[in-house]
């Protein structure tokens, strides 16, 4: 299987790569932008990881990413940001640990076990250190049937093909595996590794913060709720390092059945939002075009907002 590391704007900072065990940067597959190469095969990774490449020059967004990894990706696949810190569950600690601490666990667990779980399941991620902590000692190491975030990938045999990919520009890393999980009833989050990410100031001004600013995410927001009602119910204020909005969801929905007062919520908050807004009807759902541009895309969803208002 393949382990990617999506990177942009920081060839200087890879907190991710840093993580890893040295010896096995080289199952590691590094992608940048074309723009950045020259500056991230000058890194002290370039001649550790697998490869450095770069996506297709159309390819200027996370969604874009997302999609075209599900689609071109020939082995199972695990993205992973490069801003997070990796952990591994420690037996004898009874918490998790830095992978130095325990060597050999991580090893397993790296190639053996998580490879293994894309054997069974089409869509599996590792848990935020936040929530996993309290989890394994009281669960176990596997939550089945539940969604992750960011280090999360689909196994080659996953139906890929069903999936809308470009509806909403924020949040690809809830949609899609939220769809891969209503296409095949089966996903996994594991916590025998997990992930804390990085509280840095430098990170706050990289990455995709240039351009998934407070109307692309309520633009998301909006759309996430239609696309899956009683399930992605509203959004508030974030006090997270990035700052900003997060979604409200309720993902034990999705395996339980989505009740009625959630699909109420979801009502209520689309309604509240075309008041908020001054909406005269929702924006529309629509998928756009690989090719159009970054800049082109966020212009065409604020066109659609102005057609909307009331």
Not at 158 to 169: G, L
Not at 190 to 211: F, I, P, W
Not at 234 to 257: E, H, I, M, Q
């Amino acid at each position: 299987m393949r382990y990617v590391v999506l990177s942009y704007g920081r060839p200087d900072l890879q907190i991710t790569l840093q993580s890893i065990p040295a010896k096995h940067l080289k199952s590691v597959d590094l992608m940048v932008v074309p723009s950045e190469y020259r500056q991230y095969k000058k890194g002290w990774y370039a001649d550790k990881v697998n490869s450095i490449e770069c996506w297709p020059k159309h390819i200027d967004c996370v969604p874009k990413k997302r999609k075209y990894a599900a689609l071109n990706f020939t082995d199972d696949y695990m993205l992973i940001d490069d801003d997070i810190q990796l952990y591994v569950w420690s037996k004898e600690q009874n918490k998790f640990v830095r992978p130095d601490v325990e060597s050999k666990r991580f090893d397993r667990e790296w190639t053996e076990r998580i490879p293994s779980l894309f054997k069974k399941y089409p869509c599996v991620s590792l848990g935020n250190k936040f929530m996993a902590d309290p989890w394994v000692r009281e669960n176990g190491l596997f939550n089945k049937n539940t969604l992750g975030f960011v280090c999360s990938g689909f196994s080659r045999t996953a139906p890929v093909e069903d999936i809308k990919f470009n509806r909403v520009f924020a949040f690809t890393d809830i949609s899609l595996p939220l769809q891969m999980w209503q296409l095949t009833g089966k996903s996994l989050v594991y916590y025998g590794l997990c992930y804390n990410h990085a509280v840095r100031k430098e990170l706050l001004t990289t990455g995709m913060s240039t351009y998934r600013d407070d109307f692309v995410k309520v633009d998301s927001a909006i759309k996430m709720a239609r696309m899956f009602p009683g399930i992605v119910t509203g959004l508030k204020k974030s006090n997270a390092a990035g700052g900003g909005y997060t979604l409200t969801k309720f993902f034990s929905r999705v395996n339980k059945g989505v009740t009625q007062s959630n699909r109420d919520a979801t009502k209520d908050f689309l309604r509240e939002s075309m008041q908020k807004y001054k909406l005269r009807e929702l924006p529309r759902l629509f998928e756009y075009e690989d090719e159009m541009p970054r800049a082109e895309i966020i212009k065409l969803f604020k066109s659609n907002w102005k057609k909307a208002l009331a």
